[in-house]
């Protein structure tokens, strides 16, 4: 309803005018606070404005969501006598004859009212910043010293590439307040049909500097990464409609044009010279009107050197091309991530280089990655040719002969599903290079054994490293198409190597990364490219006239997985599917006898020792075989080494093989926790779960973490259940430690407390991640709840086969039976449950189903000893998997929530999920690698889920309707599509999805925002907002030890006096342990000396560790010891996605460092009947490593050094018998 104003004092502003008619419609005769459901009435106020736009005329216009509100108002000022007043005039209100539209009628219903205190701060920053400032140049170059410049001396800016105009400037730089950036227009309107736009977000600033060069103002920035760089049209055609004018008119561009495309991949920081000495200084004021700190007035000098000119490039390519590609990889990593420049390389370290790679050409690579580490952590006053010296033999010669002589014991103690791996990274300009380091092995990268370094991993991402994500006025069309199109079809050269693309996985393509192989010649197989990989996988003429699907077949070879055993043809059958298309019962599960199981089973054992501990034989694996992949469940009924696979297992024909390997994607011998996450929270809050519950389930996380520290029992369970701190064995430690009388908090503790200030920090760090997830995520551990894989129940197959008395699951049953390795007896769920499978996004993906708990003793049942499983009903109208979001059985995980109090009381349909069909070539034609380059490119450029679901929630927050909106339930929809869009090929185009309906996002979003501005965010009413608020994160506090010194690690060889050796707590614990095996305690200082080489290689490989994996690549920003001991990265990250990447390659890489070092103190010749001598040996070792790290608790990373040793000295003292 509008109603008219009138008598409005002309000074008030529309902000004042709110706040009266707020005080009025959210006071007690409208608004009943106590309503948990209500929510505080929204209305628009707008102003007539005065002669020349100045102030008001004395009228307006309030508009309310519904008539009956306006009626009650009217009421209330004329009825009952109540006046209106604004700065203490009284406002006169009318009935008016218009009406509101029916979006903003919608808007007002839906949408949460905002303390218009926020509007009038943005609206004001706005106004104070809406002016431009001329740009005579812009710059593009380094930073750098002079050989002879002191430490001391200011660096200098060395101008690679110049863009302005002779007789007039380069254009106009302001700021846009809402983007959080500065752009800087490049042309001139008047004369040019197109422009170029040089971006530069404020997060990306690291430094910004003002001054006068020769008279020159100017203004210099030193940037993190390079800025975004765009192309527009200037007189673009406009059709008067501000959503079609503002979209997509903006083009990203990798170059500003060839001179500059040349310089890009290496100079990215930025100088401009402006107008007047006033215009700098009223930057300055604008950057704090913007809320960016002020820059500081300092002289740069600038020069033109020139370091990377066609002429300089080529002499470097030249040179480079001539080392192993172990140096020329590093070499290349030292140019392409800003290190060095072209002079430094072939000046000033060359003869050191050369020098290196004669002495010492085995080590020469690792000792250069060592040297990019260093330069990226360098002192201040260090020299790049201090780093240098550091690294190389002489002062480290020690560690690296160490290194030589251990190559092949690291080889053996690799798992062997892993290898070290080289990554590459392209953005719109540059390269950026990472490795070798651990990642997973697949398939095909197994078949070539010692030729893994011709393989990389090939990620393309936007120049912070992030996902590419367009703004809505960007298209990034032509970027991808050219920059990423064009590297995936032509290849590119690197180190003297020309790489061409090969395929990718599934999970690989979620990330946008690829691999990339150098064709090489192999002793048995001759000649091996891309295409030849590809061709011997099988064969692909089913879906070959689709890119998508041939491409997705092609990735199963390339699944991160685990070798386990060979089976021959005949002992693999295939059996048929139930149900019918397109919701099949058994979508993507077989079966394999419990011989099968055991014998991988053993396998994995073998490859993965730690695995021994865990005493539960997994009831169901995920696995690729030949052209099969999915589940396969244990069937007791099968005899001998067998297995069953369905139809819709077998994505492709593989070439006829005798004998094939099964390999193993994961395995499940432990039930997954159950957490409640965002999206869960929303729909459960729609479908009448009260915010109370929610509420209650996070106080009752919170306290169990904050009071996990008390005893060790409570912190094995904290670690264990969050999957925390499992790279170095912490959970396994932490039980040895309570074996020999330790004890936290504990009254009943027979060897002393554990008062380790390491192990505590450790656990600070651990419940900082938790409660991290918890504010950041809603990620709630819910009880009586799992997380399992879902089979299909094989009863009606039984049936089929001819089988009596069966027990079958009915339609909306399910059976789900857990047991931890610590339990002694399983636990059936029996009861009304909820399932739901993430992601969670329709409010019918979550549905109510009855639990069967354990199955009657006198029948035939195929799940009667499945553990840590679902088990899903294969009858009824349609598969319950494909209700929970368009689930199958080929790995999918289920959430099995029996919490009684998280039961939904309001029923909801679940969505059809039909399959929307597969995109094919138009022609009919047969799919090249091109097409599957092309494929690549498109869902690049589309890959939307992440938005989809953002935008989900945020709407669901803001309309009164919830999940139920129907803009909501059009973006379930979208996320479905979008799910599916890597194996269809069928985008979703973003700029067509349903839109916020306020600009304003909710508080609980501002998590994922490193600078965020109450400007932009409002106070969430519903649960996620409470939640969020509630929880305050603990900032743990790192000591001087938890990062690497720059000038490396400063050993002690005798302890301080103080301090004699081993008399710490936990050492004095073990003391009649380690007396009873090895008949002494203390070690001589000479031995414990001896592992100093050891502690080096440990030490440096942290280093790379901290410096690789965190997620900034800015010097001053890396992981600390304790982050990456508990495997957790506690940095904030705008896209979630890339912080769970970082943080898993951090634990692998982690994992893998701590088991070199385990296999190296201790290594039996056979593991499972380990001989006493070698288990006593292993002991003394162990014991020694453990004392060198105590005594060098103060260098960064001795302590987490210390803990690896510490579980060795348990494990081989549990082994010999010395403790329970």
Request: aromatic share 10%; proline share 6%; with cysteine.
């Amino acid at each position: 309803m509008n109603i008219e104003l009138a008598d409005v004092s002309f000074e008030a502003s529309e902000w004042d005018v709110k706040r009266a008619f707020g005080a009025i419609l959210h006071g007690e005769g409208f608004y009943n606070a106590s309503d948990p459901k209500s929510r505080p009435i929204n209305f628009k106020v707008s102003l007539n404005p005065g002669r020349g736009g100045v102030q008001n005329n004395g009228s307006g216009e309030l508009i309310l969501p519904n008539r009956k509100l306006g009626d009650k108002l009217l009421k209330w000022v004329y009825e009952d006598h109540n006046p209106v007043l604004v700065l203490g005039r009284k406002i006169r209100l009318f009935r008016s004859k218009d009406r509101p539209s029916r979006g903003l009628k919608e808007t007002l219903d839906k949408t949460p009212y905002l303390d218009p205190a926020l509007e009038e701060k943005r609206e004001e920053k706005l106004r104070k910043l809406d002016m431009g400032l001329h740009v005579d140049k812009l710059q593009f170059g380094v930073f750098y010293r002079r050989p002879q410049d002191p430490m001391t001396a200011s660096r200098i800016f060395s101008s690679e590439f110049e863009w302005g105009h002779r007789n007039k400037g380069a254009g106009m730089m302001w700021f846009e307040y809402d983007h959080k950036l500065i752009r800087i227009q490049l042309g001139d309107k008047m004369t040019e049909e197109i422009g170029s736009n040089v971006a530069i977000t404020f997060s990306n600033i690291r430094r910004m500097a003002i001054g006068m060069d020769y008279g020159n103002p100017f203004i210099v920035f030193e940037l993190l990464t390079p800025p975004m760089l765009e192309r527009e049209r200037f007189n673009r055609t406009r059709t008067g409609e501000d959503w079609r004018d503002q979209r997509k008119f903006r083009q990203r561009l990798s170059s500003l044009n060839d001179a500059h495309a040349v310089v890009a991949p290496y100079a990215h920081h930025i100088r401009l010279i402006l107008h007047s000495e006033q215009d700098i200084l009223t930057f300055a004021e604008l950057c704090t009107v913007a809320d960016l700190k002020k820059p500081f007035w300092i002289n740069v000098e600038s020069f033109n050197n020139g370091f990377f000119s066609p002429k300089q490039l080529h002499l470097y390519h030249i040179w480079v091309s001539k080392f192993a590609w172990p140096v020329a990889f590093q070499l290349e990593s030292l140019l392409h991530n800003g290190l060095l420049h072209t002079e430094d390389l072939l000046k000033h370290f060359r003869s050191h280089i050369e020098k290196l790679c004669r002495d010492y050409p085995d080590d020469a690579g690792d000792i250069l990655r060592d040297f990019s580490e260093a330069l990226r952590t360098k002192a201040p006053l260090d020299t790049y040719m201090d780093c240098f010296r550091r690294v190389t033999p002489g002062t480290g010669g020690q560690k690296w002969g160490m290194l030589r002589s251990d190559g092949q014991m690291t080889e053996r103690a690799r798992d062997s599903g892993k290898f070290k791996c080289y990554h590459v990274t392209f953005t719109p300009t540059r390269i950026l290079l990472e490795g070798p380091y651990v990642s997973q092995s697949n398939r095909v990268i197994r078949q070539f054994a010692g030729y893994e370094d011709h393989f990389l991993r090939v990620d393309f991402r936007d120049e912070d490293r992030l996902q590419y994500r367009w703004a809505r006025e960007v298209d990034g069309t032509t970027l991808l198409e050219e920059r990423v199109g064009g590297t995936l079809k032509h290849g590119f050269d690197l180190g003297g190597r020309h790489f061409e693309f090969l395929a990718y996985s599934q999970s690989a393509l979620r990330e946008h990364a690829v691999w990339f192989m150098n064709p090489f010649d192999h002793p048995t197989r001759g000649y091996v490219d891309g295409q030849r990989i590809r061709d011997s996988l099988g064969d692909f003429s089913k879906v070959i006239d689709a890119p998508s699907k041939y491409a997705a077949r092609l990735a199963q070879a390339f699944t991160a997985t685990d070798p386990s055993v060979s089976i021959s043809h005949d002992q693999c059958e295939e059996m048929s599917d139930m149900g019918e298309e397109p919701y099949l019962f058994t979508d993507g599960v077989g079966t394999i006898s419990p011989k099968l199981g055991d014998m991988i089973w053993e396998a994995l054992c073998t490859a993965k020792e730690d695995l021994r501990r865990h005493e539960r034989k997994p009831s169901a694996y995920q696995i690729r075989y030949l052209g099969y992949k999915g589940m396969v469940g244990i069937d007791e009924r099968l005899e001998g080494v067998k297995m069953r696979l369905r139809p819709s297992m077998n994505k492709f024909d593989a070439l006829d093989k005798d004998v094939a390997p099964i390999e193993i994607a994961r395995w499940f011998d432990k039930p997954g926790t159950s957490y409640l996450n965002r999206s869960l929270v929303m729909i459960l809050e729609d479908r009448g779960v009260d915010k109370e519950v929610f509420q209650k389930l996070q106080d009752k996380a919170v306290e169990a973490v904050v009071t996990a520290s008390d005893s060790i029992d409570g912190t094995v369970t904290l670690l264990k259940t969050h999957n925390i701190g499992l790279s170095l064995g912490l959970p396994y430690i932490l039980r040895g430690l309570k074996a020999i009388g330790m004890g936290m908090k504990e009254k009943e503790v027979t060897a002393g407390t554990l008062n380790d200030t390491f192990l505590y920090s450790l656990i600070g760090y651990a419940q900082a991640h938790i409660l991290r997830d918890m504010k950041h995520s809603a990620r709630i551990p819910i009880p009586d709840s799992y997380l399992l894989v879902g089979l299909a129940d094989e009863g009606p197959a039984y049936e089929a086969e001819g089988v009596q008395n069966v027990f079958c699951l009915k339609e909306n049953q399910i059976f789900a039976c857990v047991q931890n390795e610590t339990d002694d007896e399983p636990t059936y769920l029996q009861g009304v449950v909820v399932i739901s499978r993430s992601p969670v996004v329709h409010p019918g993906d979550v549905q109510r189903v009855y639990a069967v708990g354990k199955p009657p003793d006198d029948k035939v049942c195929f799940f009667r000893n499945l553990r840590n499983v679902v088990v899903l009903p294969s009858v009824g109208k349609r598969s319950l998997a494909s209700m929970l979001g368009g689930g199958d059985l080929d790995g999918d995980l289920y959430s099995v929530i029996k919490y009684s109090p998280l039961l939904p009381t309001e029923h909801a349909d679940p969505g059809s999920y039909e399959p929307v069909g597969t995109k094919r070539l138009p022609d009919g034609r047969q799919s090249t690698v091109d097409d599957i380059c092309d494929f690549i490119v498109e869902y690049i450029n589309s890959d939307v889920l992440g938005l989809l679901s953002d935008r989900h929630l945020i709407i669901a927050d803001q309309s009164r309707e919830g999940t139920n909106d129907p803009a909501c339930l059009d973006l379930a929809q979208l996320c479905s599509q979008a799910v599916d869009y890597p194996k269809n090929g069928i985008p979703v185009d973003i700029h067509d999805s349903p839109r916020l309906l306020i600009r304003f996002k909710p508080d609980w979003k501002m998590a994922e925002d490193n600078d965020p501005r109450d400007t932009d965010y409002y106070l969430s009413p519903r649960a996620l907002g409470e939640l969020f608020r509630s929880i305050t994160i603990p900032k743990p506090k790192p000591s001087a030890e938890s990062f690497p010194n720059p000038n490396g690690p400063q050993i002690v060889s005798k302890p301080a006096k103080r301090e004699p050796p081993l008399s710490d707590v936990i050492s004095l614990a073990l003391k009649p342990f380690i007396e009873r095996q090895l008949h002494y305690y203390e070690n001589s200082d000479r031995n414990v000396a001896d592992m100093r080489g050891l502690f080096l290689r440990y030490e440096q490989e942290l280093r790379y560790i901290c410096v690789t994996h965190a997620l900034s690549d800015a010097p001053d920003i890396r992981l600390q010891e304790e982050e990456v001991a508990i495997g957790t990265i506690l940095a904030n990250c705008s896209q979630h996605r890339w912080r769970t990447d970082r943080m898993h390659r951090m634990r692998m890489h982690a994992g893998e460092l701590a088991r070199e070092i385990k296999y190296k103190l201790y290594h039996p010749s056979d593991v499972l009947n380990p001989d006493q001598g070698e288990l006593l040996y292993g002991l003394s070792q162990a014991w020694l490593a453990w004392d060198f790290g105590t005594r060098n608790s103060s260098v960064f990373g001795a302590r987490s050094f210390s803990l690896v040793a510490l579980g060795v000295v348990l494990d081989t003292l549990s082994k010999l018998g010395g403790i329970p």
